[in-house]
């Protein structure tokens, strides 16, 4: 599938998505979700690239949400169609096996939003803006943005936003656990490239058990959690990774994962 509206490109096994939809705010709308999905599947696919990096284009915004003129006229069963399309293709992002980073050079609103709390880690410009302002439509978040959101920061929090649609600024998400790192719009791309490259370097077979326990944890009991880690840490040694990581530490030198 060829895309216009994301522009993605590969580099140093770091893959970047950018929503390219600059006049509206990068708003997502239905081919947008396509391409996305799309995208997502195919990098699910691959095994060389470790990292993937979404941002949006322009200095403005990350996602302004979905694109509210798709909203006009609909009915109850087309609307359901489309956001069920977009809640596979969050659910799809959130279950890559390698860490995502949302780079929010703006505006991150609605859809936005969720998407962003779909990704492993956040990165604001002190510029971002960032909400739920679905209320101010007469709607409720859709695309997973109540469960996501009470699950980051707590179901008081969530219903602040929620009920009142009110947005916030890069520095009160963080302090709400919404995101977690705030960087001057100039160094945004750089910082975002150095957790990414950081990661990239890490050893890829533990992040993907890690981000395994983290995501499936709170779907089950406690103890149930608990034994899965268990089982997850022995699973690790199976793996070169940790030969090379005690051996680093014992020799008093730096791990080169494979
Ligand atoms: C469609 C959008 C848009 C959106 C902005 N634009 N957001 N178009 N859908 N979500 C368009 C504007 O219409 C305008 O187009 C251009 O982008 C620039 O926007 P302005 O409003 O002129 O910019 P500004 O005054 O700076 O205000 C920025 C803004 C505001 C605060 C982000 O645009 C805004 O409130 N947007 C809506 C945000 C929102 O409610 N998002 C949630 C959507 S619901 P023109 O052609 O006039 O230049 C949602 C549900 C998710 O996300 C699940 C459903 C599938």
């Given at each position: 599938?060829s895309?216009?509206?994301?522009?993605?490109?590969?580099?140093?096994?770091?893959?970047?998505?950018?929503?390219?939809?600059?006049?509206?705010?990068?708003?997502?709308?239905?081919?947008?979700?396509?391409?996305?999905?799309?995208?997502?599947?195919s990098?699910?696919?691959?095994?060389?690239?470790?990292?993937?990096?979404?941002?949006?284009?322009?200095?403005?915004?990350?996602?302004a949400?979905?694109?509210?003129?798709?909203?006009?006229?609909?009915?109850?069963?087309?609307?359901?169609?489309?956001?069920?399309?977009l809640?596979?293709?969050?659910?799809?992002?959130e279950?890559?096996?390698?860490?995502v980073?949302?780079?929010?050079?703006?505006f991150?609103?609605?859809?936005?939003l969720?998407?962003?709390?779909?990704?492993?880690?956040?990165?604001?410009?002190?510029?971002?803006?960032?909400?739920?302002?679905?209320?101010?439509?007469?709607?409720?978040?859709?695309?997973?943005?109540?469960?996501?959101?009470?699950?980051?920061?707590?179901?008081?929090?969530?219903?602040?936003?929620?009920?009142?649609?009110?947005?916030?600024?890069?520095?009160?998400?963080?302090?709400?656990?919404?995101?977690?790192?705030?960087?001057s719009?100039?160094?945004?791309?750089?910082?975002?490239?150095?957790?990414?490259?950081?990661?990239?370097?890490?050893?890829?077979?533990?992040?993907?058990?890690?981000?395994e326990?983290?995501?499936?944890?709170?779907?089950?009991?406690?103890?149930?959690?608990?034994r899965?880690?268990?089982?997850?840490?022995?699973?690790?040694?199976?793996?070169?990774?940790?030969?090379?990581?005690?051996?680093?530490?014992?020799?008093?030198?730096?791990?080169?994962?494979?």
């Amino acid at each position: 599938m060829s895309y216009s509206n994301i522009i993605v490109t590969t580099e140093n096994r770091i893959t970047t998505i950018k929503i390219n939809r600059e006049k509206s705010l990068n708003a997502l709308n239905e081919k947008t979700i396509d391409e996305l999905y799309d995208c997502i599947e195919s990098i699910s696919k691959s095994e060389d690239i470790k990292v993937v990096v979404i941002t949006g284009v322009g200095n403005k915004s990350f996602i302004a949400g979905a694109d509210i003129t798709m909203f006009e006229g609909k009915s109850p069963a087309s609307i359901r169609t489309i956001i069920l399309k977009l809640q596979d293709t969050l659910n799809k992002l959130e279950d890559l096996t390698i860490p995502v980073i949302a780079s929010i050079n703006g505006f991150c609103l609605g859809g936005g939003l969720e998407l962003a709390m779909a990704c492993d880690l956040r990165i604001a410009s002190e510029k971002a803006i960032v909400g739920q302002p679905e209320i101010k439509l007469g709607l409720i978040p859709g695309a997973g943005g109540t469960q996501r959101l009470t699950r980051l920061v707590g179901a008081g929090r969530a219903k602040e936003m929620i009920f009142f649609g009110n947005n916030v600024d890069a520095e009160s998400a963080k302090s709400y656990g919404l995101i977690n790192w705030v960087a001057s719009p100039e160094e945004l791309e750089e910082e975002t490239l150095k957790i990414a490259s950081r990661l990239a370097k890490g050893p890829s077979f533990a992040l993907n058990m890690a981000k395994e326990a983290i995501n499936r944890g709170p779907e089950i009991s406690l103890l149930d959690a608990i034994r899965m880690e268990a089982e997850l840490f022995a699973l690790c040694f199976s793996h070169e990774d940790v030969k090379e990581g005690v051996d680093a530490f014992l020799n008093k030198r730096k791990p080169n994962f494979s």
